[in-house]
């Protein structure tokens, strides 16, 4: 049996798994930081000392993201795309459509029956779409970002955004509280204005079922909610969306020599 990493480089967070042949045996999860190659070896050997192994034990690494150059010991690297691609289609084959947001930006993905990419489009550089928007509002808020999802969800009249701009959205937000607007209804607000907006990248590359969402803002429970209600469909997202590129990555990595 050998042992293949995946290595996804994020501007938030830095990702690896560890897969057996195709089987995930390990991963894990930390803060990139400022120093991309040293977030990438020590998220590695976080994830192999989980399964007793060392690099010397590896096969073949790929690796993928922000930081994707900055890895080393990769043998290559892959667009991050192209890994989220890779690993939503080996979790969910039947998953047409891919909703990745992440920390500076989200993206649709479009696959077809074999899990090859159709179409891509991005957000604008624009952080209203994006995780980064989510930490914006929970600074203001004084919450953990870890915590909004759950407690959008009991919002009773959620605050209608009237722009979709990270920078004057903050300003419209303090100026609710302000207002008395309960933090539940500042958030569901967020939420919806997001939704709005991941769901115009979706209409633009064609609105095909099954739906999953994938990267960090798939953890935000409430996030995932108004995207359901916005396209009016179900969506997939797994116990650890953070890990998919990785997952992906490795995969490629497995098919590599």
């Given at each position: 049996?050998?042992?293949?990493?995946?290595?996804?480089?994020?501007s938030?967070?830095?990702k690896?798994?560890?897969?057996?042949?195709?089987?995930?045996?390990?991963?894990?999860?930390?803060?990139?930081g400022?120093?991309?190659?040293?977030?990438?070896?020590?998220?590695?050997?976080?994830?192999?000392?989980k399964?007793?192994i060392?690099?010397n034990?590896v096969a073949?690494?790929v690796?993928?993201?922000?930081?994707?150059?900055?890895?080393?010991?990769?043998?290559?690297t892959s667009?991050d795309?192209?890994?989220?691609a890779?690993?939503?289609?080996?979790?969910?084959?039947d998953?047409?459509?891919?909703?990745?947001?992440?920390?500076?930006?989200?993206?649709?993905?479009?696959?077809?029956?074999?899990?090859?990419?159709?179409?891509?489009?991005?957000?604008?550089?624009c952080?209203?779409?994006s995780g980064?928007?989510?930490?914006i509002?929970?600074?203001i808020?004084?919450?953990?970002?870890?915590?909004?999802?759950s407690?959008s969800?009991?919002a009773?009249k959620?605050?209608?955004?009237?722009t979709?701009?990270?920078v004057f959205?903050?300003?419209?937000a303090v100026s609710?509280?302000?207002e008395g607007?309960?933090?539940a209804?500042?958030?569901?607000?967020?939420h919806?204005a997001?939704?709005?907006?991941?769901?115009?990248?979706?209409?633009?590359?064609?609105?095909?079922p099954?739906?999953?969402?994938?990267?960090g803002g798939?953890k935000?429970?409430g996030?995932?909610?108004?995207?359901?209600a916005?396209?009016?469909?179900?969506?997939?997202?797994?116990?650890?969306?953070?890990?998919?590129?990785?997952?992906g990555?490795?995969?490629?990595?497995?098919?590599s020599l």
């Open positions: 049996m050998a042992f293949f990493v995946g290595i996804d480089v994020g938030g967070y830095s690896a798994v560890v897969c057996e042949n195709r089987t995930l045996k390990s991963y894990a999860i930390m803060p990139s400022g120093d991309y190659r040293e977030s990438a070896r020590r998220i590695a050997d976080e994830a192999l000392s399964i007793n060392s690099m034990d073949y690494t690796a993928a993201g922000y930081g994707a150059t900055m890895v080393g010991f990769a043998n290559r667009t795309i192209s890994c989220h890779k690993g939503v289609h080996h979790l969910f084959p998953v047409r459509t891919v909703i990745d947001i992440g920390a500076q930006y989200s993206r649709a993905i479009r696959l077809d029956n074999n899990g090859s990419i159709v179409n891509f489009i991005m957000n604008e550089k952080a209203g779409g980064k928007f989510l930490l509002i929970a600074r808020l004084h919450m953990d970002v870890n915590d909004i999802g407690l969800l009991t009773t959620p605050v209608e955004f009237t979709a701009c990270a959205a903050e300003s419209e609710r509280i302000s607007a309960l933090p209804d500042i958030l569901a607000g967020l919806n997001m939704a709005s907006k991941i769901a115009t990248l979706i209409t633009r590359i064609g609105l095909t099954d739906f999953a969402v994938t990267g798939a935000d429970i996030l995932v909610k108004a995207i359901e916005e396209l009016g469909k179900s969506v997939l997202t797994t116990d650890e969306p953070h890990i998919t590129a990785a997952l990555a490795a995969l490629l990595a497995s098919e």
